[in-house]
């Protein structure tokens, strides 16, 4: 489908989409370390910063390790990544209290916030990201060695589009840019339900 925003926007935005057919070549390093340089300059509260990464390239020795975090769906079409990447926070704040640290109340949405700047950078690259929730969360603090006040949400896939038919056939039919609901569904004036036009 051809995407259309309703209001004037930089097509960055509708370019953005997420597929799962990567072509499974390697990428520079340097362009990944771009991505996350971009989710490195995320607003967040009280920039506290809350969020780390944690990557693997294709090719070296630790894709496939992180790889096997990914559950069987995911792991059954990102096996073409040319990169992967953990989305991870950190649950709590230093330097707040004398009583030690206090708890973050933000950092996932912070966190969230980095992730959309790199998937716009990976964009304006010419990859695609794909975000997965789907992953063996009862492995991953040991896998990547880290204190239980970090917390993992997601781990999205880089690479460049490959062949759809590489997929399930399933898969294949999905395998195009999503819609959006419009901007009336899920944008109100003042209160929730009023119309946007509503002061119009």
């Not at 997965?132 to 880290?146: F, N, S």
């Amino acid at each position: 489908m051809t995407r259309v925003a309703d209001h004037p926007v930089d097509d960055l935005f509708l370019k953005r989409w997420s597929p799962r057919a990567f072509d499974g070549a390697p990428m520079p390093e340097a362009e990944l370390k771009t991505i996350l340089e971009a989710a490195r300059w995320a607003p967040s509260a009280f920039n506290t910063q809350p969020w780390r990464f944690i990557y693997a390239m294709r090719g070296d020795a630790e894709f496939e390790r992180l790889y096997a975090l990914l559950d069987d769906f995911n792991g059954s079409w990102a096996v073409g990544a040319s990169a992967l990447v953990f989305v991870i926070s950190d649950s709590l704040v230093d330097g707040v209290s004398e009583d030690g640290p206090v708890p973050a109340i933000f950092h996932a949405f912070d966190a969230g916030g980095a992730w959309a700047q790199a998937a716009l950078q990976a964009t304006l690259l010419g990859y695609h990201t794909h975000a997965m929730a789907g992953l063996r969360r009862d492995q991953a603090h040991e896998v990547l060695g880290l204190p239980e006040r970090l917390k993992v949400h997601v781990a999205f896939a880089i690479g460049r589009r490959g062949d759809a038919e590489q997929l399930t056939p399933e898969l294949q039919q999905q395998e195009r840019p999503s819609g959006r609901r419009p901007l009336s569904e899920i944008a109100f004036h003042g209160r929730f339900g009023l119309p946007l036009d509503a002061a119009a």
